[in-house]
T-cell receptor
Framework: AQSVAQPEDQVNVAEGNPLTVKCTYSVSGNPYLFWYVQYPNRGLQFLLKYITGDNLVKGSYGFEAEFNKSQTSFHLKKPSALVSDSALYFCAVIGSNYQLIWGAGTKLIIKP | GAVVSQHPSRVICKSGTSVKIECRSLDFQATTMFWYRQFPKQSLMLMATSNEGSKATYEQGVEKDKFLINHASLTLSTLTVTSAHPEDSSFYIC?????????????FGPGTRLTVL
């Protein structure tokens, strides 16, 4: 079955520290992977995607994600967290019917 | 990047009335638009997939007679919540996929907050 797992409901990080939001996937074939961010009462904003090429993908707002095929993971990372990074983060993968399959979301809280 | 707009951004209505939400792709043609529903602190739930000029495909458990979807042009899809009830209160998000072969990225609208009194 095709699925995306975000094992952490919430991640707490001190401002200035590195952050990681985890995502693992299960899909047949080569995965197309995405990260989106959602601020309160707002729609989704695209952060980055992996289609092919380098396993390390750089995206908006200083975020990056590393595709690891052997571990079927696509963890989101940022070297130095900002308070303004506090939001809800969703990982998604394109399924066999070209529809997005969503993770449950991870709430990221950056404390000053 | 491609822009998708939604109107209205927020709507409050009385129980029993119908509400129409518009989703527009502003600078590209979208053969496919998706409608999602999001409950508080939860992930997005795909309601239906809308292809221009044809009937929408609804996900299991979504009432097609209650959530009417019209994709009349390559830049506009509408979702009408008919005879709305308080349990229909939610955040509705549309996304649009650009016309073309194979995979194309989805672009999301800013969402519409529906509150049914």
């Amino acid at each position: 079955a095709q699925s995306v797992a975000q094992p952490e409901d919430q991640v707490n990080v001190a401002e200035g520290n590195p952050l990681t939001v985890k995502c693992t996937y299960s899909v047949s074939g080569n995965p197309y992977l995405f990260w989106y961010v959602q601020y309160p009462n707002r729609g989704l904003q695209f952060l980055l995607k992996y289609i092919t090429g380098d396993n390390l993908v750089k995206g908006s707002y200083g975020f990056e994600a590393e595709f690891n095929k052997s571990q079927t993971s696509f963890h989101l990372k940022k070297p130095s967290a900002l308070v303004s990074d506090s939001a809800l983060y969703f990982c998604a993968v394109i399924g066999s019917n070209y529809q997005l399959i969503w993770g449950a979301g991870t709430k990221l809280i950056i404390k000053p | 990047g491609a822009v998708v707009s939604q109107h209205p951004s927020r709507v409050i209505c009385k129980s029993g009335t119908s509400v129409k939400i518009e989703c527009r792709s502003l600078d590209f043609q979208a053969t496919t638009m998706f409608w999602y529903r999001q409950f508080p602190k939860q992930s997005l739930m795909l309601m239906a997939t809308s292809n221009e000029g044809s009937k929408a495909t609804y996900e299991q458990g979504v009432e097609k007679d209650k959530f009417l979807i019209n994709h009349a042009s390559l830049t506009l899809s509408t979702l009408t919540v008919t005879s709305a009830h308080p349990e229909d209160s939610s955040f509705y998000i549309c996304s649009a996929r650009e016309a073309g072969l194979g995979y194309n990225e989805q672009f999301f609208g800013p969402g519409t907050r529906l509150t049914v009194l």
